[in-house]
């Protein structure tokens, strides 16, 4: 986790005292996933957040960034998932139901004070007071700058190694008790206006990719949480509706505590009952639901300058590829077994953490 007095340092102590961050300390950042067996601790969603911010003033500091331009990426990497609902990923798919908005667009009003967050509620007044433009910094999460001096910043964003999933994956790794890998102090270097990966940090970050096909086959495809997240997300599309936005600052996941304790019995979750059912590339048996899996491999035809790698190739070297996987149960009994639920709720691609 990142050091609250280098951030605040940074972005100053208001930001991260607001009600809006301290909200995030309140959502786990694995959802329901914390309930399985094999989850050995629990992670806040703000514990992820600090990380990023913290990788954000590390790379920043790399690149020789100035302070006026430090402050609002460091602020982007803090408040880049600050309008998740609770449990994180787990039941979005009920929340955009039932809402008509997914966490990224409730960020945008909090960050900008817009939409159902009015200004005076927002970020806004925060993010002003230390000197930071909202415009700037909801660019820079969307990776839509037009600063060409913070554009290699914003690309870093949206890029295969990005912060946000650098922090994500070993943290879950560690969770979940797969061995995970400690990150070197530096990472990247700046040349010729392009962020680069040092070239003695490749092999780490080679391991990283392979960590994270790992922790997406080994944890997040997990049976049982597949299916608590669609029978959780449609208790979710009934329950909850937009007037939850005159409050929003104080949703968390308590809100949940009783659905979650319903739909974590029903699937089998908190014993790890994943062996009654199968997650496969295809299959002649009825599908429960589809859900797109990623594999992750290193291509090492993809070779390193001298100076490293440049961002531009960052996804020849860490690659993927996509393919639709069915859930299916092993035995047919096992169909009268299931929780209640509406498949068109099922998450069809995996959360990218």
Same mark, same amino acid.
């Given at each position: 986790?990142?050091?609250?007095?280098?951030?605040?340092?940074?972005?100053?102590?208001?930001?991260?005292?607001?009600?809006?961050?301290?909200? !995030?300390?309140?959502?786990?950042?694995?959802?329901?996933?914390?309930?399985?067996?094999?989850?050995?601790?629990?992670?806040?969603?703000?514990?992820?957040?600090?990380?990023?911010?913290?990788?954000?003033?590390?790379?920043?500091?790399?690149?020789?960034?100035?302070?006026?331009?430090?402050?609002?990426?460091?602020?982007?990497?803090?408040?880049?998932?600050? =309008?998740?609902?609770?449990?994180?990923?787990?039941?979005?798919?009920?929340?955009?139901?039932?809402?008509?908005?997914?966490?990224?667009?409730?960020?945008?009003?909090?960050?900008?004070?817009?939409?159902?967050?009015?200004?005076?509620?927002?970020?806004?007044?925060?993010?002003?007071?230390?000197?930071?433009?909202?415009?700037?910094?909801?660019?820079?999460?969307?990776?839509?700058?037009?600063?060409?001096?913070?554009?290699?910043?914003?690309?870093?964003?949206?890029?295969?190694?990005?912060?946000?999933?650098?922090?994500?994956?070993?943290?879950?790794?560690?969770?979940?008790?797969?061995?995970?890998?400690?990150?070197?102090?530096?990472?990247?270097?700046?040349?010729?206006?392009?962020?680069?990966?040092?070239?003695?940090?490749?092999?780490?970050?080679?391991?990283?990719?392979?960590?994270?096909?790992?922790?997406? =086959?080994?944890?997040?495809?997990?049976?049982?949480?597949?299916?608590?997240?669609?029978?959780?997300?449609?208790?979710?599309?009934?329950?909850?509706?937009?007037?939850?936005?005159?409050?929003?600052?104080?949703?968390?996941?308590?809100?949940?505590?009783?659905?979650?304790?319903?739909?974590?019995?029903?699937?089998?979750?908190?014993?790890?009952?994943?062996?009654?059912?199968?997650?496969?590339?295809?299959?002649?048996?009825?599908?429960?639901?589809?859900?797109?899996?990623?594999?992750?491999?290193?291509?090492? =035809?993809?070779?390193?300058?001298?100076?490293?790698?440049?961002?531009?190739?960052?996804?020849?070297?860490?690659?993927?590829?996509?393919?639709?996987?069915?859930?299916?149960?092993?035995?047919?009994?096992?169909?009268?077994?299931?929780?209640?639920?509406?498949?068109?709720?099922?998450?069809?691609?995996?959360?990218? !953490?």
């Amino acid at each position: 986790m990142g050091s609250p007095s280098k951030l605040s340092a940074v972005v100053g102590e208001r930001l991260l005292a607001s009600p809006w961050l301290r909200r !995030l300390g309140r959502i786990s950042f694995l959802g329901t996933l914390d309930y399985h067996p094999q989850s050995q601790r629990s992670t806040s969603r703000l514990d992820h957040s600090l990380g990023v911010a913290e990788l954000g003033r590390r790379l920043c500091a790399d690149l020789e960034v100035p302070a006026e331009l430090t402050r609002p990426f460091v602020a982007a990497c803090l408040l880049h998932d600050i =309008g998740h609902f609770p449990l994180s990923h787990a039941a979005e798919p009920g929340f955009a139901r039932a809402l008509g908005v997914a966490h990224h667009e409730v960020s945008e009003w909090i960050i900008r004070g817009n939409g159902a967050i009015p200004t005076a509620r927002s970020l806004r007044p925060d993010l002003e007071a230390a000197g930071i433009d909202p415009e700037l910094c909801w660019g820079l999460i969307t990776g839509e700058c037009d600063d060409p001096r913070l554009r290699p910043l914003a690309d870093v964003m949206k890029a295969p190694i990005n912060l946000d999933t650098l922090e994500g994956i070993v943290r879950a790794a560690r969770s979940f008790k797969i061995r995970a890998l400690r990150l070197p102090p530096r990472l990247f270097a700046g040349h010729g206006g392009e962020v680069w990966l040092r070239p003695e940090a490749l092999p780490v970050i080679d391991r990283f990719w392979t960590l994270k096909d790992r922790v997406y =086959g080994e944890v997040i495809t997990l049976p049982s949480n597949i299916l608590c997240e669609a029978g959780l997300s449609s208790a979710v599309a009934e329950r909850f509706g937009p007037a939850i936005f005159a409050a929003f600052d104080r949703f968390d996941d308590a809100a949940l505590a009783p659905l979650v304790a319903d739909q974590v019995a029903r699937s089998g979750l908190d014993r790890g009952d994943d062996e009654r059912f199968a997650f496969l590339p295809r299959s002649d048996h009825d599908a429960l639901l589809r859900r797109a899996r990623k594999r992750y491999y290193v291509d090492r =035809g993809a070779l390193a300058d001298e100076p490293g790698l440049p961002l531009r190739r960052w996804s020849e070297r860490y690659r993927h590829e996509r393919q639709v996987m069915v859930l299916v149960p092993r035995r047919p009994s096992d169909q009268l077994t299931l929780p209640g639920f509406d498949r068109s709720l099922a998450a069809v691609e995996a959360p990218e !953490l």
